[in-house]
T-cell receptor
Framework: RKEVEQDPGPFNVPEGATVAFNCTYSNSASQSFFWYRQDCRKEPKLLMSVYSSGNEDGRFTAQLNRASQYISLLIRDSKLSDSATYLCVVNILSNDYKLSFGAGTTVTVRA | EPEVTQTPSHQVTQMGQEVILRCVPISNHLYFYWYRQILGQKVEFLVSFYNNEISEKSEIFDDQFSVERPDGSNFTLKIRSTKLEDSAMYFC?????????????FGSGTRLTVV
């Protein structure tokens, strides 16, 4: 089983729509969770950390469900500039230094 | 905003040749990393480096790979004898601290093409 699994998409949504997608992780010892954004052939950029209580950053909301071992990302009021691949990233407590990446979920926002 | 700088942005090399990829991490960061991403695939961990030694390495990071911090600013990844399957985007990253809730800052990457 893969450490981090994501629905690859693509999610094609109109501007202004809400889009949400999940990521599952296999290791119950996972402690830190992040969403990164990656534009085509560019470096991953930290979008937000995901906290146990869930957190929001503007139009972006992240949730963590430890019991079911998944995290989610919701984007409200989608903008054209939100088109990107969203990477689910997990850090396992026993490996403080290593991040495990999902393969990414592609979101395309159309005008 | 501080950034991680990588050079070159693109390197083409012949199979069997040695390559050195260079990175300048953010100045007050203490933890350094190399990741790679083969085209169309996920980002994969290669190695982490702290206090002038390797902290952890993946199974990808075999004897052909080495890392070095030759001075106070540079952090390099050397591939001794490149193979076709080493063709990938190589990302350097740094973080101020390791542990819970600390994300990394990634450099813009070096695209390595082995021919």
């Amino acid at each position: 089983r893969k450490e981090v699994e994501q629905d690859p998409g693509p999610f094609n949504v109109p501007e202004g729509a809400t889009v949400a997608f999940n990521c599952t992780y296999s290791n119950s010892a996972s402690q830190s969770f992040f969403w990164y954004r990656q534009d085509c052939r560019k470096e991953p950029k930290l979008l937000m950390s995901v906290y146990s209580s869930g957190n929001e950053d503007g139009r972006f909301t992240a949730q963590l469900n430890r019991a079911s071992q998944y995290i989610s990302l919701l984007i409200r009021d989608s903008k054209l500039s939100d088109s990107a691949t969203y990477l689910c990233v997990v850090n396992i407590l026993s490996n403080d230094y290593k991040l495990s990446f999902g393969a990414g979920t592609t979101v395309t926002v159309r005008a | 905003e501080p950034e991680v700088t990588q050079t070159p942005s693109h390197q083409v090399t012949q199979m069997g040749q040695e390559v050195i990829l260079r990175c300048v991490p953010i100045s007050n960061h203490l933890y350094f990393y190399w990741y790679r991403q083969i085209l169309g695939q996920k980002v994969e961990f290669l190695v982490s480096f702290y206090n002038n030694e390797i902290s952890e390495k993946s199974e990808i990071f075999d004897d052909q790979f080495s890392v070095e911090r030759p001075d106070g600013s540079n952090f390099t990844l050397k591939i001794r004898s490149t193979k076709l399957e080493d063709s990938a985007m190589y990302f350097c990253a740094s973080s101020e601290r390791a542990g819970i809730n600390y994300g990394y800052t990634f450099g813009s990457g070096t695209r390595l093409t082995v021919v």
